[in-house]
């Protein structure tokens, strides 16, 4: 089972990022998949969430209005596209996989910072 994030970066503030999870080694399509984010010194922090069809998601209300989560289950693929990036959207993101077990990538660094 791998879960690989990619997309990660530095931008400014007011830019843009597209965080994408590749999955392989299981059934994707059956499986929610999620974003969660982890700041340094901070909890860990679920920001977006998809069902396994992708008909419904649900986000972090801080980040509501900036973020698009999105799956391709042909792909076997989920993306997190970021707007209007502010400062403290700096973390290590994750993607994850909740169905019959759970499974995380490894991560990925975003930093907001002019």
């Not at 879960?3 to 999955?23: M, N, T």
């Not at 299981?26 to 974003?35: A, D, K």
């Not at 969430?49 to 989560?69: E, H, P, W």
């Amino acid at each position: 089972v791998q879960l690989v994030e990619s997309g990660g970066g530095l931008v400014q503030p007011g830019g843009s990022l597209r965080l994408s999870c590749a999955a392989s080694g299981f059934t994707f399509s059956t499986y929610s998949m999620r974003w969660y984010r982890q700041a340094p010194g901070k909890e860990r922090e679920l920001v977006a969430a998809i069902s396994s069809a992708g008909g419904s998601t649900l986000y972090l209300d801080s980040v509501k209005g900036r973020f698009t989560m999105s799956r391709e289950n042909a792909n076997n693929a989920v993306y997190l596209q970021m707007n209007s990036l502010k400062p403290e959207d700096t973390a290590v993101y994750y993607c994850a996989a909740f169905g019959m077990r759970v499974f995380w990538g490894q991560g990925t660094q975003v930093t907001v910072s002019s």
